[in-house]
């Protein structure tokens, strides 16, 4: 089971990359050129910061060194994702429901959305533990500290747009440069922003993010709050360059490099998008089968937030490279978040845990004319608002019309 986890994770990841370069207007047209010459024109009135785009050679390492190594000042804070033992140090000493949340990129406006209605509706629980993996790890900050964000949380949804997220120029390590979302997070994440979570981790509650160490192929699960607990400058910089490892798309973003220390060696490992290995996360797999020998997770309600469609859609792919590269890791996309929730189904019963799961509704067709495109993500994001203020979002069990689709004969 693990090792079909980890394909339909990476083709998650490179779904990631397809629904980007395919999110576009076909190549030669007057809207995409028009397009992104209004990113472009953005962004240089922004200004790249300086050495953006500079790498510099990495230090060889070997299995054993990456097996050892920490960050400095930093030795508790990660464990790999795929261990259960590594994993039970990570545990909540507080007690409650947990919520996952799913990458997704521009649809994260969904679940910010659906985050903030929940808080109007006045019943949204206050979680033991909260993951994030890609754009999930964006919003777990304000859903784990609760209703006193969710104007945060609105503003990163609503008034963002690709150029505050890319800049459409090749780097040596990716088809475009991230530093403009580089810089949106070092504006959003703040000091009091790491207090806080840091004050709600001394409570016993815990903020996990999942990225992928690259060299190890291997997922590593981050305690958010022990990384927030130490409060200094370099408390700062880690928390952010987690969240930004986590968002990074492979090929189409630069991995993000950590410095690590192994038995006095000094090297960086390569972090990337943590979908490539678990398109959101909960626990390791190996704790839901029926062989597992480890402890049953301290939990009786799990919620799943998917910022994507889980039901497959009628769409002709474009005769393009392109068009059907992103049409096909597209479908890929959908049945592998479905294999995914379905494996999320058959733990839970087996171990007695409620799940609840929310997606994007088929019946959300509002268009979108490129990637961010902030209409699209504001009409989502309101959307999102309403499901949440009904309490319609969340099932107990995905009906049958989410695994067929809207266009299935029967």
């Given at each position: 089971?693990?090792?079909?986890?980890?394909?339909?994770?990476?083709?998650?990841?490179?779904?990631?990359?397809?629904?980007?370069?395919s999110s576009l207007p076909p190549a030669g047209g007057s809207a995409h050129a028009q397009k992104l010459a209004e990113v472009k024109k953005k962004v240089e009135k922004k200004g790249a910061p300086k050495g953006t785009g500079q790498q510099q050679e990495r230090t060889p390492f070997t299995l054993e060194e990456q097996d050892a190594a920490v960050v400095p000042g930093f030795p508790n804070?990660?464990?790999?994702g795929d261990s259960a033992a590594d994993f039970a140090r990570l545990?909540?000493?507080?007690?409650g429901p947990w919520l996952a949340i799913s990458g997704g990129g521009s649809d994260g406006a969904f679940g910010g959305g659906l985050l903030t209605g929940w808080s109007q509706a006045?019943?949204?629980?206050?979680?033991?533990?909260?993951?994030?993996?890609?754009?999930?790890?964006?919003?777990?900050?304000?859903?784990?500290?609760g209703s006193a964000y969710d104007e945060e949380l609105r503003k990163n949804f609503t008034t963002i747009t690709a150029a505050d997220v890319f800049e459409d120029r090749m780097t040596r390590e990716s088809l475009f440069d991230y530093w403009?979302?580089?810089r949106l997070i070092e504006q959003r994440v703040t000091a009091k922003l790491l207090s806080d979570i840091a004050a709600e981790h001394r409570r016993g509650r815990r903020f996990l993010v999942a990225t992928t160490n690259l060299d190890a192929g291997r997922r590593v699960v981050w305690n958010m709050g022990a990384i927030a607990e130490r409060g200094d400058d370099k408390a700062l910089k880690l928390f952010r360059d987690v969240l930004l490892a986590s968002c990074s798309i492979p090929g189409f973003f630069s991995p993000v490099a950590i410095d690590v220390e192994s038995n006095g060696k000094q090297f960086q490992e390569m972090h990337g998008d943590g979908t490539i290995t678990a398109p959101f996360f909960v626990v390791p797999e190996s704790m839901l089968t029926p062989s597992s020998t480890a402890a049953r997770p301290p939990l009786g309600q799990l919620y799943v937030i998917v910022n994507s469609k889980l039901a497959p859609e009628f769409r002709m792919a474009d005769r393009t490279i392109a068009g059907f590269l992103g049409r096909s890791i597209d479908v890929a996309l959908t049945a592998a978040l479905r294999a995914e929730i379905m494996l999320m189904q058959v733990g839970a019963q087996r171990l007695g845990i409620g799940l609840r799961v929310a997606h994007l509704d088929p019946a959300f067709n509002h268009p979108s004319r490129g990637p961010f495109d902030g209409k699209y993500m504001q009409a989502l994001f309101d959307f999102g608002v309403e499901q949440g203020k009904k309490g319609t979002a969340f099932e107990d069990m995905l009906p049958d019309r989410s695994l067929r689709g809207s266009n299935d004969p029967r």
């Open positions: 089971m693990s090792t079909p986890r980890i394909v339909a994770g990476f083709t998650i990841a490179l779904v990631a990359c397809a629904l980007l370069a804070v990660r464990v790999w545990l909540p000493q507080a007690t006045g019943n949204r629980p206050e979680f033991a533990v909260v993951t994030g993996v890609s754009i999930g790890a964006l919003i777990a900050p304000y859903a784990f500290l403009p979302l580089r």
